[in-house]
């Protein structure tokens, strides 16, 4: 059993901050990847920022805004949102690469997914 567990989403005024947090829990042998994903209506969902092996990368869109992070003792993940646009409103979604006991593959976690809605 994995799971990913999100929090920190809600409702912000244009320029306001939020903080996603992401947590996964189980039986985990190791956690490569992790990141965020968002959804808007009508859209295709589409990479936010990700972190790996210390490295990061964002989406054009919230590069100088959005910050990840990573505590590997909790295996957790977060995001700080700054300047926060009404179109950064999604559904955001937490995932991680995740190699489990016994098994030698890796395969990829989803989170239930946190609303995000910025509007004044």
């Known amino acids: 059993q994995v799971q990913l567990v999100e929090s920190g989403g809600g409702l912000v005024q244009p320029g306001g901050s939020l903080r996603l947090s992401c947590a996964a829990s189980g039986s985990i042998l190791r956690i490569n990847a992790m990141g965020w994903y968002r959804q808007a209506p009508g859209k295709e969902r589409e990479l936010v920022a990700i972190?790996?092996?210390?490295?990061?990368n964002y989406a054009d869109s919230v590069k100088g805004r959005f910050t990840i992070s990573r505590d590997n003792a909790k295996n957790a993940v977060y995001l700080q949102m700054n300047s926060l646009k009404p179109e950064d409103t999604a559904v955001y979604y937490c995932n991680a690469d995740i190699r489990r006991p016994y098994y030698s593959g890796v395969r990829g976690y989803w989170g239930q997914g946190t609303q995000v809605t910025v509007s004044s």
């Open positions: 972190t790996s092996s210390g490295s990061t």
